[in-house]
């Protein structure tokens, strides 16, 4: 891939932010990495995927400094911030969910593990829920025993509520992982060049997973740095649309599949999860019509599943 030419005046840190009328969130999201700055230069970049909720209006008002990028149309997670990462100018560039508040020295965290050695291409943080308690950020790669495990429900009957990703510790040492969560990633601008962006073929999930594992074969390593913290609320910008989040998931684990575990597993997990999935969409779905929707909750429809499964 091309060699991205740093000039002396570049920030050591570029923060990249995709934005899909989230304002209220995005706003803080901001204030949070001012009032945590770092102890390098940085700059802060805004993809905003065609909101309407006054997000592009209120940054162009306010916040004036950030450099906004108005992507004119949805164009999810990986394409949004392929536009940015390759526009910024950064020696580092940390991708952070608009739903994710940075706490005191976790930007100094991030760049300090990413500097342990210059094989380090991509560090990911320790996340929090909003009451302070653990969320998983780090994790191994999928694979179809996990599956199995996580879509019956087993894995975390057996393995604690956190399966498949590695339980709280006491720990604080960074170390080397499988791949981290998306939500606050930080990558080094050598190990993007060399590697590429992110996959634009996965509109929403899996995208880092499927990131971390093409890093790691080109001989790049990814580690987790607990002391790194962020709070992160998760799904804000999908909160309503539960459904079609459940599908975009399901679709971006095949399509992992399919790349990295070959055509044979690809299959077996869309039965797998097609399988599964009847039970399910049949006990909430006649709970939500015999309680007036007061029951169950809403869940992928088959129409939706199927066209989900036929897509990949």
Known sequence: MHKTERRQSDPQLSVVIVNWNTRDLLVRCIDAIGEHAPSVDYDIWVVDNASTDGSVEHLRR??????????GSNLGFARANNWAMAACRGRYILLLNSDAFLLPGTLDALLATASVTDK??????QLLNPDGSFQAGASPFPTLWSELLVLTTLGRR???????????????????????????LLVCREAFDDVGGLDEGYFMYAEEVDWCFRMQRAGWEVWYAPAAQVVHLGGASSANRRPQREADLYRSRVRFFRQHRGNAQALALKFMIVVLSLP??????????VSGGRRGRPVVGLRMLWDAMRSV
């Not at 306010?62 to 992507?71: G, S």
């Not at 380090?120 to 943080?125: D, P, Q, R, T």
């Not at 393995?159 to 499988?178: C, I, K, L, N, T």
């Open 62 to 71: 306010e916040r004036p400094w950030v450099q906004l990028i108005e992507a």
């Open 120 to 125: 380090v291409g991509v560090v990911g943080a």
């Open 158 to 184: 057996l393995y604690g509520q956190h399966f498949p990703s590695a339980a709280p510790d006491a720990r604080r040492d960074p170390r080397p992982v499988e791949y981290v969560e998306g939500a606050c």
């Open 280 to 289: 399910k969409i049949a006990w909430h779905k006649t709970l939500r019509a």
